[in-house]
């Protein structure tokens, strides 16, 4: 069973436009939802992140937005840029146990076109 | 400073054969987490050490893996024999500290392995 459901699985977006991907998890005990940047041949590196008391969070061009009751958030990319081709990955972390590791999504392939 | 590195950064090897992937953690970090992505699929947590200490190993497939993390510092992840199904990119991610605040894990470039 997969804890965190992500979509779209890829995305073509014009260069200017805005990028919406969306997130949905099961587990209401999940701390911290991280989101992922990652470029071909490189690892994913750590995006922007949000803890479950707040409902936004914005960093420069990105921002994520947060529904607690809906368990859904979903990263907002405005004025997307071909440099912001890459895949995301959304996540989800469960502190206080012995790991705090990370349930990932699935992965969206965004493709921002010039 | 430093990022984390892996090694070999592809391997394609049969079935039945073994497979030895490397990861050099960035320096001071004690945490180092191993994950796998199957094409096209989530990336997956495999295990999780504290210095040489296997913290979480829940997400390892089966008894064919085997990590170790000789003193603290690098990890190897052993696939023997390997099988079909092994294929996939391995992550290795290291952070320092298991505080909420303080444990970005970073992640190296990961290893594609594949099992023909």
């Known amino acids: 069973q997969q804890q965190v459901k992500q979509s779209p699985q890829s995305l073509i977006v014009q260069k200017g436009g805005i990028s919406i991907i969306n997130c949905a998890y099961e587990?209401?005990?999940?701390?911290?939802f991280p989101w992922y940047q990652q470029f071909p041949g490189k690892g994913p590196a750590l995006l922007i992140a949000i803890r479950p008391d707040v409902s936004e969070k914005k960093e420069g061009r990105f921002t994520i937005s947060f529904n607690k009751s809906a368990k859904q958030f979903s990263l907002h990319i405005m004025d997307s840029q071909p440099g912001d081709s890459a895949t995301y990955f959304c996540?989800?972390?469960?502190?206080?146990?012995?790991?705090?590791?990370?349930?990932f999504g699935t992965g969206t392939l965004l493709a921002v076109q010039p | 400073e430093a990022g984390v590195t892996q090694f070999p950064s592809h391997s394609v090897i049969e079935k039945g054969q073994t497979v030895t992937l490397r990861c050099d953690p960035i320096s001071g970090h004690d945490n180092l987490y191993w994950y796998r992505r199957v094409m096209g699929k989530e990336i997956k947590f495999l295990l999780h050490f504290v210095k040489e200490s296997k913290q979480d190993e829940s997400g390892m497939p089966n008894n064919r893996f085997l990590a170790e993390r000789t003193g603290g510092t690098y990890s190897t992840l052993k696939v023997q024999p390997a099988e079909l199904e092994d294929s996939g990119v391995y992550f290795c991610?290291?952070?320092?500290?298991?505080?909420?605040?303080?444990?970005?894990?970073?992640f190296g470039p990961g290893t594609r392995l594949t099992v023909l």
């Open positions: 996540a989800a972390v469960l502190f206080g146990g012995a790991t705090n590791k990370l349930i």
């Open positions: 991610a290291s952070s320092q500290d298991r505080d909420m605040d303080a444990d970005t894990q970073y």
């Open positions: 587990n209401t005990a999940f701390d911290y």
